[in-house]
C-alpha cells in the first residue's frame, strides 16, 4: 500500500465549495437580508452541478460516473455489510456514497431550479421574473422549502456515512478529500492534479462573484433613493438588501402628495381607495387638497394603474389579499395585513423620535419611497443616546 492521488484537484474544489455553497444558502434563506448572497449561491451551486456532470465524463479515474455506477440494490447490501462490520474498502466512492452522490446532485438541481422560479414568482427577479404570479408562486415556494429540507437530510445522512466509513477502515475520508491521497495497492489508477482545471474553475467562481456584485448587487442599490440618501450623509445602512424590482414613478404624484406628508406607493391600497380618496380631495381627512381637475385625473390615473390589484410587489399582492371585497381602507395602517405585520412592534420603538409615527414609513424601510418593501430593506433605528445631566456626569 502506498499513498496515491485518488481525487483530483477540480473534484476536491468542487466538493468543498458545493458543501460551504449548500450550508451558506440554508444560512442565508430567511427573509430578503441576505437574499442577494441566497440567489448568487443558488445560481453558483447549479453551475458547480453542471460542471459535476461534465467532470464525470472528463474526469480522473475515479471521479468518473463509470467508476462508481452503482445501483439501490448495491448501496442496500452495502449498507447491511456496514452494520456488520463487514463491508469491504472501496478506494473511490463506496456504493451507498455513490447513490447519495447522484441523490445530491438531482436535489441540487430541482432545489436550484424551484429557487430559480420562486425568485421570479415571489420577487419578480431573475430570468423567470412575471413568468407566475404571487397567488400561482406559493405551492412552488413549498417544494422549494421541503426539497432544501430533504437535501439538508441527505447531507447529514452523507456526514454520517463518511464518519462511520472512517472508523470502519482507520481512515480519515475527510482528509483525503482535502490532500486527494489515500492508500493503496501499486496498480490502483493514479489522478492527474489537473491544476489548471481547477484554476479556471476558481477564474469562473470569482469572475460570476465580481460581477454579480459589481453588477447585480452595488449598482441596483446604487440607484435606490435610500443609498442615495446614504450617500449624502443620512440614512442608515442595514444589511446587505435584496433590490426589489423598480416601480414606475409619476413627477406629479409624488411633488403633489410629498408636498404635505411621505408619499405612499399606490401599490399598499386597492384602486377602490385611491377613487375614494381623490373623489373626496376636498376633505381629504380634513384638509382640502384643493387640486383642479386636470390633476386630480392625472395623479388618479397613475395611483389606479400601479395599486394593489397589480400585484406588483409581495406587500402589494399580501395587502389586497387581506382586505374584505366589500371595505374601502382609506389609511394603510388600517388594513389588515399591514397591523399584522405591525403586531408585534414595541411601544418604545413607535416612542422613538426617529419614528414617532405609523405613518413614517421611512424610517424603517429605506426602500419606502420606491415602494418595494423588500424585507432586506427594512431596520427598525436605535433610538439616539439621551446626553448624560451635568448633575450625574459629577463623580
Excluded at 106 to 123: F, N, P, R, S, W
Excluded at 295 to 300: D, E, Q, S
Excluded at 328 to 335: G, N, Q
Aim: proline content about 5%.
Amino acid at each position: 500500500m502506498q499513498p496515491t492521488l485518488i481525487w483530483d484537484l477540480p473534484t476536491r474544489l468542487f466538493h468543498w465549495t458545493l458543501a460551504s455553497s449548500f450550508a451558506l444558502a440554508w444560512l442565508t434563506s430567511e427573509g430578503d437580508r441576505w437574499r442577494s448572497i441566497h440567489v448568487f449561491l443558488g445560481y453558483l451551486i447549479l453551475g458547480l452541478v453542471v460542471f459535476r456532470l461534465i467532470w464525470g465524463f472528463a474526469g480522473s479515474h475515479y471521479s468518473r460516473f463509470a467508476s462508481f455506477w452503482f445501483g439501490p440494490s448495491e448501496a442496500l447490501a452495502y449498507l447491511k455489510q456496514v452494520a456488520t462490520r463487514k463491508a469491504p474498502r472501496h478506494v473511490g466512492h463506496n456504493p451507498t456514497g455513490s447513490l447519495a452522490i447522484y441523490i445530491l446532485l438531482a436535489m441540487a438541481v430541482a432545489v436550484g431550479l424551484t429557487g430559480i422560479l420562486t425568485l421570479g414568482g415571489d420577487e419578480q427577479q431573475g430570468i423567470a421574473a412575471s413568468w407566475f404570479s404571487f397567488a400561482q408562486i406559493k405551492w412552488l415556494k413549498e417544494l422549494h422549502e421541503v426539497g432544501a429540507n430533504l437535501m439538508l437530510v441527505v447531507v447529514f445522512g452523507h456526514i454520517t456515512g463518511v464518519v462511520v466509513e472512517s472508523v470502519l477502515h482507520q481512515e480519515n475520508l475527510a482528509r483525503s478529500m482535502v490532500t486527494g491521497f489515500k492508500m493503496a495497492k501499486p496498480d490502483t489508477p493514479q489522478a492527474k492534479p489537473r491544476t489548471w482545471v481547477a484554476a479556471l474553475m476558481l477564474l469562473a467562481m470569482l469572475g460570476f462573484g465580481g460581477w454579480w456584485f459589481a453588477y447585480a448587487i452595488d449598482r441596483q442599490i446604487d440607484n435606490q433613493s435610500w443609498h442615495i440618501n446614504l450617500e449624502n450623509g443620512t440614512g442608515e445602512e442595514p444589511h446587505v438588501k435584496f433590490v426589489g424590482k423598480s416601480l414606475p414613478d409619476n413627477h406629479l404624484w409624488r411633488d403633489e402628495c410629498g408636498s404635505c406628508h411621505a408619499v405612499f406607493y399606490p401599490a399598499l391600497l386597492p384602486s377602490r381607495s385611491w377613487q375614494k380618496i381623490m373623489t373626496e380631495q376636498d376633505q381629504h381627512f380634513g384638509t382640502d387638497l384643493g387640486l383642479d381637475a386636470a390633476t386630480v385625473a392625472a395623479v388618479l390615473k397613475f395611483m389606479v394603474d400601479n395599486a394593489a390589484e397589480k400585484h406588483a410587489v409581495e406587500a402589494a399582492f399580501k395587502i389586497e389579499q387581506s382586505i374584505p371585497a366589500g371595505e374601502t381602507p382609506l389609511r394603510i395602517t388600517e388594513t389588515p395585513y399591514w397591523m399584522q405585520k405591525h403586531r408585534e412592534i414595541a411601544a418604545s420603538d413607535w416612542a422613538n423620535p426617529l419614528v414617532m409615527s405609523k405613518t413614517n414609513c421611512a424610517s424603517c424601510h429605506a426602500d419606502a419611497d420606491d415602494g418595494t418593501f423588500e424585507d432586506g430593506a427594512m431596520h427598525i433605528p436605535k433610538a439616539p443616546a439621551t446626553a448624560a445631566s451635568p448633575a450625574a456626569s459629577r463623580p
